[in-house]
């Protein structure tokens, strides 16, 4: 059962010792009329203390959409105001589907999370021959990185040349022995199910999970792409790199706009865009059981433990990973956390039957960082950890 997830997450907080900042118990926004009040003053707060241009918002409770909502501009320049239409880049939200992808496979007799990836696809280096699929998915897999921190390919090298680079590279670690994100793993992922499954992973993905679940606004793509409903991407921050590692940032007082390329064999990295409308309606046929089974879900959703009894995570909030699937471990309302670019975030909490969706056009929005309040006008003991 699902909430058997709910409980393990809970008991491996207690054990570990409670996160410091879940200690402070969340206040209801300005003692607001009413739920609706109350969500859109808090977002628009929020809105206005990040300096977020636009922002979508979906909220489904006990399997229904309860709330959505559409702010600020799509495109500043042009002044195109959010509606429930735009559609919005979610990043590394887009590891979930993948996970998902993977596990429909499993379901299907064709995909063994704990084999060998090179029994799945061939030519690959001597040295990847110890990682299982299971490894690249919880990124235990020790694999050099393919793209620095501000989302380039290695070495500024074409597409090609940059899978053929890392795969020259050491691995940075024994397998399955250390926590260390990574887009290599993904990328070689998204390998594997197209090999598996005869067909383009955005294919599988698109068939399996976008029409299954009626999403339809669901694509790939990334910011070059010029369509009229894809939300402009904007950051302040310009970052300092020394090689593949931001070593410093410098902040803008006003927003510059972003462009992001991926090339095809990144998406299964973070090449989703969609609405939260879309996200929410994937939630639900999800909790439904329509893409994966009850047991499917449990081990997408369940944090990887490490040799050392240890789980590892994003952060001290966000801090346990599952099969493409980021999880808050805490002893009262956990929540599983998907998150993308540091623009948009879902929070499912499976113990309280609710799921908060946030997209953002910002990189440095940080929706993780409350989410937790839009939930906590549902959950009234909700402790928000930021």
Same mark, same amino acid.
């Given at each position: 059962?699902?909430?058997?997830?709910?409980?393990?997450?809970?008991?491996?907080?207690?054990?570990? *010792?409670?996160?410091?900042?879940?200690?402070?118990?969340?206040?209801?926004?300005?003692?607001?009329?009413? %739920?609706?009040?109350?969500?859109?003053?808090?977002?628009?707060?929020?809105?206005?203390?990040?300096?977020?241009?636009?922002?979508?918002?979906?909220?489904? %409770?006990?399997?229904?959409?309860?709330?959505?909502?559409?702010?600020?501009?799509?495109?500043?320049?042009?002044?195109?105001?959010?509606?429930?239409?735009?559609?919005?880049?979610?990043?590394?939200?887009? %590891?979930?589907?993948?996970?998902?992808?993977?596990?429909?496979?499993?379901?299907?007799? %064709?995909?063994?999370?704990?084999?060998?990836?090179?029994?799945?696809?061939?030519?690959?280096?001597?040295?990847?021959?110890?990682?299982?699929?299971?490894?690249?998915?919880?990124?235990?897999?020790?694999?050099?990185?393919?793209?620095?921190?501000?989302?380039?390919?290695?070495?500024?090298?074409?597409?090609?040349?940059?899978?053929?680079?890392?795969?020259?590279?050491?691995?940075?670690? +024994?397998?399955?022995?250390?926590?260390?994100?990574?887009?290599?793993?993904?990328?070689?992922?998204?390998?594997?199910?197209?090999?598996?499954?005869?067909?383009?992973?955005?294919?599988?993905?698109?068939?399996?999970?976008?029409?299954?679940?009626?999403?339809?606004? +669901?694509? =790939?793509?990334?910011?070059?792409?010029?369509?009229?409903?894809?939300?402009?991407?904007?950051?302040?921050?310009?970052?300092?790199?020394?090689?593949?590692?931001?070593?410093?940032?410098?902040?803008?007082?006003?927003?510059?706009?972003?462009?992001?390329?991926?090339?095809?064999?990144?998406?299964?990295?973070?090449?989703?865009?969609?609405?939260?409308?879309?996200?929410?309606?994937?939630?639900?046929?999800?909790?439904?059981?329509?893409?994966?089974?009850?047991?499917?879900?449990?081990?997408?959703?369940?944090?990887?433990?490490?040799?050392? *009894?240890?789980?590892?995570?994003?952060?001290?909030?966000?801090?346990?990973?599952?099969?493409?699937?980021?999880?808050?471990?805490?002893?009262?309302?956990?929540?599983?956390?998907?998150?993308?670019?540091?623009?948009?975030?879902?929070?499912?909490?499976?113990?309280?039957?609710?799921?908060?969706?946030?997209?953002?056009?910002?990189?440095?929005?940080?929706?993780?960082? =409350?989410?937790?309040?839009?939930?906590?006008?549902?959950?009234?003991?909700?402790?928000?950890?930021?």
């Amino acid at each position: 059962m699902l909430n058997k997830i709910s409980a393990a997450m809970g008991l491996i907080t207690v054990i570990g *010792g409670l996160a410091d900042s879940a200690n402070a118990q969340t206040t209801p926004v300005a003692e607001a009329d009413n %739920k609706t009040a109350a969500i859109e003053r808090l977002v628009q707060d929020e809105m206005a203390a990040r300096r977020i241009p636009g922002l979508q918002l979906a909220i489904v %409770k006990s399997g229904e959409i309860v709330f959505t909502g559409a702010y600020g501009q799509t495109n500043l320049e042009t002044a195109t105001p959010v509606t429930e239409r735009t559609v919005f880049m979610i990043n590394s939200i887009s %590891k979930a589907f993948t996970g998902v992808a993977a596990m429909q496979l499993v379901e299907a007799g %064709k995909l063994d999370l704990d084999a060998s990836v090179t029994q799945y696809l061939e030519g690959l280096p001597a040295s990847w021959k110890e990682i299982t699929v299971r490894q690249i998915l919880t990124h235990t897999s020790g694999l050099p990185e393919i793209i620095d921190d501000n989302t380039r390919l290695i070495d500024g090298a074409e597409p090609d040349a940059a899978w053929a680079k890392v795969q020259e590279l050491p691995l940075r670690s +024994a397998p399955g022995t250390q926590y260390a994100y990574n887009q290599t793993g993904y990328a070689l992922m998204g390998k594997i199910i197209e090999r598996i499954s005869g067909k383009p992973f955005v294919d599988f993905v698109r068939e399996g999970q976008f029409n299954a679940a009626g999403m339809a606004q +669901a694509r =790939f793509g990334h910011t070059a792409d010029t369509v009229p409903e894809l939300a402009s991407l904007y950051t302040y921050l310009t970052l300092k790199m020394e090689g593949m590692r931001a070593v410093g940032v410098e902040r803008s007082e006003t927003p510059m706009a972003r462009h992001e390329t991926w090339p095809a064999y990144m998406h299964p990295t973070g090449g989703v865009q969609t609405t939260a409308r879309d996200l929410a309606a994937w939630v639900i046929a999800l909790q439904n059981r329509k893409l994966v089974s009850e047991r499917g879900l449990e081990q997408l959703w369940a944090p990887q433990q490490l040799p050392d *009894g240890s789980y590892r995570g994003f952060n001290r909030t966000i801090n346990g990973y599952g099969l493409g699937w980021p999880s808050i471990r805490r002893a009262e309302h956990p929540a599983i956390t998907p998150t993308g670019g540091d623009r948009a975030a879902i929070f499912i909490y499976p113990e309280d039957d609710l799921t908060v969706i946030v997209l953002t056009n910002l990189m440095g929005a940080s929706p993780q960082k =409350f989410v937790d309040k839009i939930a906590a006008q549902y959950i009234s003991d909700l402790a928000v950890e930021n």
